[in-house]
């Protein structure tokens, strides 16, 4: 049973990561999705002390406007500052990141968070964090409804918008033109991003996040180049990643979110290397059987 | 105050290994940091800080001890590899940098937390403060871990000075260095090299997620002071060094206080003041400028409006309201009148009650504009072909900065033309030459 939880939540957070994560790289945002899965570092912090709980909406909502807050302020540096996007992400979320550290040692006594379940998760407590109704009812993991819940937003998000972000990612100028506001959808999806990231923060860390963000979507894009089938393949490897991931931890008796992390990165070595289109090694074997013939 | 004396003061050993530790890595890593910022490649530093801790787990896993020589050397092997692998990645795929540099960030940690993890659980009790690695530990450094400081630091700025000039031609132009005859490929390793070593001890100190600032943050602060490479090089380790100090300090005032995060927090804060204070590339700087000129075109556009409209019923000297000029052109009322009243101090317009009239020196301003104005009309469509309907915009922009001396060049180059492209009379003072 902890078996199908663990690898239950884990899919959820892979497979919304990974259908956002395909937008993210394609628009060349990989590391904007990386800076906010640092930054909303702090607003978790002082969501916790507003709100006094962890499961409680005004969490992901605080958390969800420092992450956009974050972009924003990528932005700003950038646009009005003429600072390099690189550095501008560097900075913002060093910065940020380091005023939640800071946060969190100075209310250490009234915030149950620490640095390491901060950056590398623990989503072998899943099971045991159990949502259990006043009148005793044991409802299953807490972790299921709200990475289950922020999947449903997410699908949801993609379902409704998806001309609008397929467009706004492919060709802005067009969108541009037949009225689709390019600033809009940027912010909707970060707004997306955030909300994932805070939601999926303490279950798997994020390190993972930022791993299920890029590493499946990365590997489905070395597969195809049909972005229907690119969101399907992310689906798919994301599920394969946390079962995967899973399984090898038991295995070796180490962290489930570093075993998923390698699992990812093992996939995209074999995409890498054998995809039948971009692979390093298939090109070699084509370019080789094509010589003697030319 | 106390405090202040005993910290700065530094008898207590302590005191003087943070401190000493804190600013010879905020030092080195600022300096390696300016010439990655440079070349745009600002976020390998942190996929690099993530890389090491697999290489960290390895060590100890083949070594069996926390000796740090074999404990840098496995950081530095896996730091450099991941460099190497984000290079392979995006030469060899139609993988982007960025996306590279994320994947092999979370790939490599991923991995380190799982090896890691597995260390802990193996109950090796020689394994306890191997995760310090993770988080830094600068308030805990010893004599031992300042001396491998040390000797790493000031490699790090032999380094860099010897290589001084080399780093600053493949920063600026690699193509041009390339055709020169610089060995581009070496250069890029070796700058790689001191990347991975900056990284590497840096890390001790602030950790994993922070290191990134400690490369970028000096660098993106001291280029918005300087265009000089070799001052931004300077100001990035005063900049460093200064936090450095501060971080211990805070560290030393308020025990439960992180050294690290206050060192990146003291650093971030110097450089967001830079953002917005520093003379000409700062954001305060340009806002200020904009809306001078913002108001220059402003009050420019008023005047010649003014003249337009005496051309158009042949008395300059008449009165006119704020319906009349925004019949002309559609301005913001609250705009329009801040204007107006700007030019009515500055001599330009005469206020009577509720009506503005032009004065003779505001009439010879119109005139100009409305002259460059037309002026650049013709231009366009005689020189650049451009049609008639087509160039209103350009030379409304135009006309706001055209200097005296092009003005000159302008009515020499087009002969003194009587009228623009649409028939409108050209205003000259002087009399047209024949």
Redesign the interface.
Known sequence: MDALYIISAGSLVAVTCGLLGCFL?LR????V??AIS?AVLPGIVLAFLISGSRDSVIMLLGAGIIGILTTVLIEF?HK?????T??????T???L???G??LI??F?NEVDLD??CV??GEIAYVPLDLWITESGLILGPRVLYVSGFVFLVILGFIILGYKELYLTTFDPAFATAIGISTVLWHYLLMAAVSLTTVASFESVGA??V??F???PP?TA??LTSSFPRMLLLTVILGIVVSAAGYY??VL????I??????V??IL?LIA?LFSPT?G?ITTRIRQKTIKPNA | MEDLITFFSFQNPNIRFVTGGSVLLAISSALVGCFT?LK????V??AVA?AVLPGICLAFLLSGTKNPIYLITGAFITGWLSLILIDV?TR?????E??A???I??????????????IQ??GNAAQTGL?SF??GKAAALVGDDLVIFSVISICLLLGVILLYKEFALISFDEDFAKSIGFPVKRLELALTTLTVLAVVTGIQAV????M??M???P??AA??WTNKLSIMLLLAAIFGAFSGVSGAYISYVAP???T???I??VI?MI??TS?FIAPE???LY??IRQSKIKKRILTENILKLFYQLGEMDSNFEEQRNIEQIQAKRPIRTPALLSGLNRLSQQGFLKHHKGSWQLTDQGQKKGQRIVKLHRLWEVYLTKYLRIAPDHVHEDADNIEHILTPELEARLEALLQYPTSDPHESVIPYNKPIKN
């Open positions: 790289i060349k945002m990989a590391m999705g990386d640092h540096f009005k500052g003429n600072l390099q690189d550095a501008s992400i560097g900075v979320f060093t910065w990141f380091a005023l550290v800071i040692s100075v250490a640095q390491d950056l590398h390190i993972l930022v791993a963000l890029i590493a990365a894009y070395l090898l931890a070796l008796d180490g962290s979110a570093g075993a998923m992390s390698s990812a990165g995209f890498f971009e390093v | 910022f745009k490649k600002a976020l530093g942190d993530h990645i060899k795929s139609k993988i982007k960025d996306t540099i994320g994947l960030l979370s790939v490599f940690f991923g991995v380190g937390i799982l090896l890691l993890t597995m659980h193996s995760d993770l988080f950790g994993v997620v922070l990134a600032a490369l970028i943050t660098a993106a280029r918005f439960s206080m992180p690290g995060p206050w990146v927090m971030s450089a967001l953002f590339k700062g954001i340009k806002l």
